[in-house]
C-alpha cells in the first residue's frame, strides 16, 4: 500500500483516484515516471463495504481520457458491486470453514447439534447425531420419545415441557436407544427461541454421548453401597 501507484491511494484513501494525461500522471506519481511512458490517463476504483476498503481495480487508458460526472458515478457504483460480491463470497467461504471446523468438533467431542420446530414437532438432527446412534438421518424426522429409554422417557419428557413452558434450557441425562437396539446415555443442551410475537417456535441446541463417564459412574455407586453394606 505504500507505493506510488493509483491503485494504493484508492485503497489508502478509499476514494476513486483518476489521472487524465501523462501531465497528471507525472505531477500525482513523480516517483514512478514509467508510469506515464507507458499509459496515456490511468485511475483506480476502491472497493468499499460498510465503511472499509478490501481492495481496489486499477484502470489505464491508451488516450487522454476525463471523467464526467456520469462516469464517476457509474465506477462508483461499479466499485460498491464488486465490493458486495467480494464480501458475500468472504462470508460465504468463512460459514463454510466455521461450518467444518464445527463439524470437526463436535465429532472430536462424540457429540451433534439438533433443532426442533415446535409447531410441527419435526426435528432436524445434523449428521454427527445421527452417526452416533448409529443410524440415517432421514430416521430422525420425527420429534418425539419413543427413542429414550422407558425408565427415562418421563424425565425427558417432563424436561422438554418446561423449557417450552418457562424458558429453562433444555439439559435432561437419559437413554437412548441406537440402531443395534442397545441404549446409550446422552446429555443434551438446548434452548427454546421464540418468535417476534414471544411465542416458542424453536428448539435448538447439542447432545453429547457421555456412556462410558455415566456408566462409570454408576458403577463407582453401586460399589460404593456395597462397600457401605
Given at each position: 500500500l505504500s507505493a506510488p501507484l493509483p491503485i494504493a491511494d484508492a485503497v489508502r484513501r478509499?476514494?476513486?483516484?483518476w489521472c487524465a494525461d501523462p501531465e497528471q500522471i507525472l505531477a500525482s506519481y513523480p516517483q514512478s515516471?514509467?508510469?506515464?511512458?507507458?499509459i496515456i490517463a490511468c485511475g483506480a476504483v476502491p472497493f468499499t463495504f460498510e465503511g472499509r476498503t478490501i481492495g481496489a481495480l486499477a484502470i489505464a487508458c491508451d488516450e487522454p481520457r476525463e471523467l464526467t460526472p456520469e462516469r464517476r458515478e457509474m465506477l462508483h457504483a461499479?466499485?460498491?458491486?464488486?465490493?458486495?460480491?467480494?464480501?458475500?463470497?468472504r462470508l460465504y467461504d468463512?460459514?463454510?470453514a466455521s461450518e467444518d471446523q464445527l463439524r470437526d468438533t463436535l465429532r472430536a467431542a462424540r457429540a451433534g447439534s439438533w433443532r426442533v420446530d415446535l409447531r410441527t414437532m419435526t426435528s432436524i438432527r445434523d449428521a454427527g447425531y445421527a452417526a452416533l446412534l448409529g443410524?440415517?438421518?432421514h430416521?430422525?424426522?420425527?420429534?418425539?420419545f419413543n427413542h429414550v429409554h422407558p425408565d427415562d422417557r418421563e424425565i425427558a419428557r417432563a424436561a422438554f415441557e418446561r423449557a417450552t413452558r418457562e424458558g429453562v434450557p433444555y439439559?435432561?441425562?437419559v437413554r437412548i436407544q441406537c440402531a443395534d437396539g442397545s441404549y446409550r446415555w446422552f446429555r443434551s443442551l438446548a434452548r427454546v427461541l421464540d418468535d417476534a410475537h414471544g411465542q416458542p417456535t424453536i428448539m435448538t441446541g447439542l447432545v453429547f454421548d457421555v456412556h462410558e463417564a455415566k456408566t462409570a459412574a454408576l458403577r463407582?455407586?453401586?460399589e460404593q453401597r456395597i462397600n457401605e453394606m
Open positions: 478509499g476514494e476513486l483516484v515516471p514509467d508510469l506515464a511512458h507507458a461499479i466499485g460498491q458491486l464488486a465490493a458486495h460480491a467480494f464480501e458475500r463470497a468463512a460459514l463454510h443410524v440415517s438421518e430416521e430422525l424426522g420425527k420429534a418425539d439439559d435432561p441425562e463407582a455407586e453401586q
